[in-house]
Antibody
Framework: EVQLVESGGGLVQPGGSLRLSCVVSGFTISSNYMTWVRQAPGKGLEWVAVIYSAGTTYFGDSVKGRFTLSKDNSKNTVYLQMNSLRLEDTALYYC??????????????WGQGSLVTVSS | SYALTQAPSVSVAPGQTAVITCGGTDIGSRSVHWYQQKPGQAPVVVMSFDGDRPSGIPARFTGSTSGNTATLTINWVEAGDEADYYCQIWDDTDDVDVVFGGGTKLTV
C-alpha cells in the first residue's frame, strides 16, 4: 500500500523557516519524481516544487529562491525547506508522487497534508 | 505563463450529466489531468492524459480535449460526486511548470 506521510508543519512568524518532511512507503523515491502541492485555506491547488529521481529540482515562481527541495533515498523521505516565509505561504502542503508518460505527468499519490501557518 | 480557466461552480440534479470544462490556449495539444477533491481530503485523480480513467474510477467519468477546451463529463451524477474538480497540465518545454485550473465546485 502506498503511503505518504507529511510532518513538520506549524506556526511560524513572517521571515521564519520551516522544514517539511514526507516519508514514503509503498514505492521507492529513488526511481520516482516527487513533488509538493499546496492549498491555501478555501483556495485552489498550487504546485510548489518537484524533485526528479536524479535529484534535479524545479520550483514554482512564487517560491523560487526561498524554498529548496531535497531527498534521502535511504530513508525514502523528501524534504521541503522553506525560508523567508510570507503570510501568503500559509497553506496545507501536500506531498505527492508523480506518474509521467509521453512528456506529461500527473499526481498519482498524495499525503494528507501538513499545515503551515505564517502569522505574527 | 500558461493559464487554465474553470467555471467556479456547476450544479446538476442527481441522475443528470455534469459537464466541467477547462479552458486554455491550444489545450488540445497538451495532456490534461483531472482531480476530484472532497472536503477535508486530498485530491484524487479521476482522469489522466485527457481520457484515461484510473482504476477504481467509475465509467460514468469521461474526459476529452479539443481546441482550447478540455472537458470532464460525469454521467448519471450521484450525491457522492459532489466535490471540487481541478484540471492540470504539465509543461517542461523550458523550465518546469505545473498549472492547475482554479477548480469547479460541483453541487449535486
Amino acid at each position: 500500500e502506498v503511503q505518504l506521510v507529511e510532518s513538520g508543519g506549524g506556526l511560524v512568524q513572517p521571515g521564519g523557516s520551516l522544514r517539511l518532511s514526507c516519508v514514503v512507503s509503498g514505492f521507492t523515491i529513488s526511481s520516482n519524481y516527487m513533488t509538493w502541492v499546496r492549498q491555501a485555506p478555501g483556495k485552489g491547488l498550487e504546485w510548489v516544487a518537484v524533485i526528479y529521481s536524479a535529484g534535479t529540482t524545479y520550483f514554482g515562481d512564487s517560491v523560487k529562491g526561498r524554498f529548496t527541495l531535497s531527498k534521502d533515498n535511504s530513508k525514502n523521505t523528501v524534504y521541503l525547506q522553506m525560508n523567508s516565509l510570507r503570510l501568503e505561504d500559509t497553506a496545507l502542503y501536500y506531498c505527492a508522487g508523480l506518474y509521467c508518460s509521453s512528456g506529461s505527468c500527473y499526481f498519482d499519490s498524495w499525503g494528507q497534508g501538513s499545515l503551515v501557518t505564517v502569522s505574527s | 505563463s500558461y493559464a487554465l480557466t474553470q467555471a467556479p461552480s456547476v450544479s446538476v440534479a442527481p441522475g443528470q450529466t455534469a459537464v466541467i470544462t477547462c479552458g486554455g490556449t491550444d489545450i488540445g495539444s497538451r495532456s490534461v489531468h483531472w482531480y476530484q477533491q472532497k472536503p477535508g481530503q486530498a485530491p484524487v485523480v479521476v482522469m489522466s492524459f485527457d481520457g484515461d480513467r484510473p482504476s477504481g474510477i467509475p465509467a460514468r467519468f469521461t474526459g476529452s480535449t479539443s481546441g482550447n477546451t478540455a472537458t470532464l463529463t460525469i454521467n448519471w451524477v450521484e450525491a457522492g460526486d459532489e466535490a471540487d474538480y481541478y484540471c492540470q497540465i504539465w509543461d517542461d518545454t523550458d523550465d518546469v511548470d505545473v498549472v492547475f485550473g482554479g477548480g469547479t465546485k460541483l453541487t449535486v
